[in-house]
């Protein structure tokens, strides 16, 4: 099982739409889970920390499920500027305080 | 919040010249950077651990001698591509940890390398 594994997308979905991603992970001792937001030709920024109970910002709502080993990210209310790459981020199983990046899922929204 | 700074944003450089690309941490101190590369429409691929002080780890693939890693001080670390040649035009990224448990990544603005 690779590190993390995220749905490529695209998604291609109406403003206003609700959409969620899944992003999964093998390594059972992670503590610390984010997703990050890359726009075109850009850095990633920070969207949110994932927290295991699960944290709300705004439209933007993640998840955790340890049991499934997998985090989720819920955006409701899609604005045309939500449209990017979404990049789920784990620590390294293998320690050195090292993060590793999914290979992101695109997201676009249409008028 | 802790900002990464990087540079340049962008350059254009003939092949067989050297790049050098600075990262520096502006409000708080990384002991340890990180730098990634990213190819058009691929996912970030990190390429090596900046350790203040010490040598960087780099991972499995990364050449050591064509990619020199420094990091002299707690606020800046330097990447140079040495002898650029077309294939290594890409997008780097450098990214920094306050240090600390469960601390998300910060990114610099990137650095867009085009080697003609």
């Known amino acids: 099982r690779k590190e993390v594994e995220q749905d490529p997308g695209p998604f291609n979905v109406p403003e206003g739409a609700t959409v969620a991603f899944n992003c999964t992970y093998s390594?059972?001792?992670?503590?610390?889970f984010f997703w990050y937001r890359q726009d075109c030709r850009k850095e990633p920024k920070l969207l949110m920390s994932v927290y295991s109970s699960g944290n709300e910002d705004g439209r933007f709502t993640a998840q955790l499920n340890r049991a499934s080993q997998y985090i989720s990210l819920l955006i409701r209310d899609s604005k045309l500027s939500d449209s990017a790459t979404y990049l789920c981020?784990?620590?390294?199983?293998?320690?050195?305080?090292?993060?590793?990046f999914g290979a992101g899922t695109r997201l676009a929204v249409h008028p | 919040g802790a900002v990464v700074s990087q540079h340049p944003s962008w350059v254009i450089c003939k092949s067989g010249t050297s790049v050098k690309i600075e990262c520096r941490s502006l409000d708080f101190q990384a002991t340890t950077m990180f730098w990634y590369r990213q190819f058009p429409k691929q996912s970030l691929m990190l390429m090596a651990t900046s350790n203040e002080g010490s040598k960087a780890t780099y991972e499995q693939g990364v050449e050591k001698d064509k990619f020199l890693i420094n990091h002299a001080s707690l606020t800046l670390s330097t990447l140079t591509v040495t002898s650029a040649h077309p294939e290594d035009s890409s997008f780097y990224i450098c990214?920094?940890?306050?240090?600390?448990?469960?601390?998300?990544?910060?990114f610099g603005n990137g650095t867009r390398l085009t080697v003609t």
């Open positions: 981020v784990i620590p390294f199983s293998g320690g050195y305080n090292k993060l590793i």
């Open positions: 390594n059972s001792a992670s503590q610390s």
């Open positions: 990214s920094a940890r306050v240090e600390g448990p469960n601390s998300p990544l910060h």
